[in-house]
C-alpha cells in the first residue's frame, strides 16, 4: 500500500464533499472491503485528482462526461456534488450534460439529467 | 432543415479545424448523404458548440472524455485537432486522458493516448 | 433554435405517445432545463423521426434495438409505449428483443424483456 | 449438438450472404475453432433468424441497429450485405444509421456510415 | 427447439442455483415468453456452461467479469450466487471484482461490489 | 508515486510477457509521457496483479473477459500473451471466449477470437 498516495486521496476526497458524503460511499466499501477502500482513495483521488495539470473543474467535466457516457448512474451523484464543490455552476453542469448529447446519446444524457435534478433538489438549487 | 443551425455549424467548425479536416471528415459524408452531412454540421456544431455556458476548451474536455469511453477510434483525432486548435495544451490533454483511467479504464485510456500520439506527431509536437 | 424542426418534433410526438407520456419526460425536463427540452423535441422527433425513408414501425426497431443495446433502461418504457402506438404487434416487439440476444447478450435482452413486460402490463396486454 | 439448429443455420445463411462470404466468416472460424463456429451457426441463424414474427428486413434493421450502436466494426459489413440481399435498400440502410444518430451517437453511426459506403463501393452501388 | 441443449441447460441450472431463484429468472420469463425462456435454458446453460474444458469455478471469473464490465446490474445477483455455490469464496469474488478495476474502471466495479454485498447479506456470508 | 507499487509492478511485468511485448507496450508510452506509463506499472500490475487471493491464470480469465465484452481489441494481444505465459492453455482460452457468447455476444467474441487466432499464429501454437 502507498502511504503517500493514500495521505494525498484522503486530502483530496476532504476537499471535494461534505463527510457524510464520504461517508456514504468510501467507508461503506472500507467496511466491507478495506482493500477496495484503499484502492478507491489512492487511484482516483491521490494519484489522479491530486496531480496538477487541470483544475477541479476541469477534472470534473472529464469524470461527469466519462460517467456519463458509461450510464454509471451509481456514482454519478457523487461526482455532481464535487462538481458543485469545486466551482462548476449549475448552469455550466446543465451544459456539460448537453455536450455529451451528440457524443453519448439522448437516453444516457437524459438519465444524467434526472440524476442532476435530484442533486440540485437536495441542495435547493435552482436553476 | 434549419439554415440557421446549418450556418452556425459551418462557422463553428471553420473556426475549430482547418479545411482539409473538414474534408476528410463532414464532406467525405456529404457525397455520400447530404442529409446525413446536415445532420452532422447542425447538431453538435450548430446547436452544441456553437452555445455559449461553456467555453471551447471546456467543451473539448467533455467530448474527449466521451470519445475516449466509448472507445470511439474513429472520430477522436478530429477531435484533438479541435482540443489544440482551442488552446488545450498537449499536457492538458494527456492529463484529460489520464484523469480517465479511473473511469473509462486503462484500455480505453491508452488506446486514446496512442491516437493523441499520432495526431501530436503530424502536427510536430513534443511533450 | 429551429422553429421548423421545433414544430415538426412536437407534432411527431404527438402522434407516437398520449399526453402523459409526453408530460413524464419531456416536459419534466423542459421544467427544469427549457433549452435541454426544446433539444429533445428537436433533434430525435423534429430531425430524425419526421423524416420518410423508414415507416414508424421501421423506426423503432432501431431505436429499440440501440436503446437494449446500450442498457438505457430508464426510457425504453417510452419507446416500447411508441413501438405499439405505432402498430408493432406485442408479439413482435418480443421477437425484436429476442433479435438482440446474440448481438446485446442475455443480460441486457432479459432487463429488456423486463421492461417490456411491465409496460404491457400497465396496458392490459396479453401476449 | 443440435442438428435441427445447425441445419437450420446453414440453410438461413444460404439466403443470407454468398458463399464467399461465408467462407470469410463462418468457415474462417471453422477452421480455427469447429466448436465456436457450430454455436455461430446455430445460435444467430438456426435459433434467431430462421424464427418467424419478423420479416429479414426487419431482423436486419434490429441487427445493424444493436451491431452500430455497440461500435462492433469488424462484423457491421457482414450484416450490411445481409440487409441489402434481404431487400432493404441501400437509402433506407443509410435512414437507419441516421435513425441510430439519437440515441448511439454521432461517432457510433458515422463509423458505421464508413464501413457502410465501404460495401455499396465494394457492390457498385450509388445511392 | 433443441431437446438437448433444453435438458442439459436445466440439469445445469438445477446444480447452479436453488429452485428459488430459476423460479425469479427463468421462469418469470416463461410465464411471459415460453420461447426466451427456452433460449435461456438452452444457449448459456445447455450450450456454454455445461462444456468442459473450463470448470465452474473459472466459467464464474469469466462471467462475472463481463456482467460487471457491461454495468448489467440486474443480473449480476443471480450469478454471483453461481459463483459462490460453484466453490468461488466470498473473498475470491471481491478479488475478482477488484482485478476488474483497471479494466472496467471504478463506477462499474463499485457497483459491482453493492450487489456482491446485498448478496453475501441475504445469504449470511461475512468477509 | 509509490515506488513500492511501482517495483512490484515491474517485477509483476517481468513475469507475465516477455521484454519485447513490454517495451511494445508500457515502454512506447514512457517515451511520449513517464507520469502515464507509472501509472500503468503501478496500478494494474502494482496494486492488482501483485495480489494474492487469485492466481495468475484465474486473473487472465477476469482480465480477457473484460476486454472482450468492452470491444478493448487493441490491448487484447497483450492479455493473451499473459494468459498463455500464466498457464491457461490455448483450449482454454479459447473456451474463455465461448463463455462470453451468451453475455458480450457474438460480434465481441468474434472479434476476440480473430486476435487470438493471430496471437497463437505468432507463437506457432496450433489448437
Redesign the interface.
Known sequence: ??S??YAKGMEMLGKMVDPEIVEQTVNK?AK??P??AK??V???YG??YS?P??DMK??S????????????A??LDFHVNVALNSGLTP??I???????????????A??A??VV?KVFEDRNIT?
Open positions: 500500500m502507498d503517500n498516495a466499501v466491507f472491503s482493500d477496495f484502492l478507491i489512492e487511484f482516483p494519484s489522479i496531480r495539470g487541470l476541469q477534472r467535466l472529464v469524470t461527469l462526461s466519462s460517467l456519463i457516457t458509461q450510464g454509471a451509481g456514482q448552469n455550466e446543465i451544459e456539460a450534460i448537453m455536450n455529451t448529447l451528440p457524443y453519448a446519446g439522448f437516453p444516457k437524459i438519465s439529467l434526472f435534478m436553476v
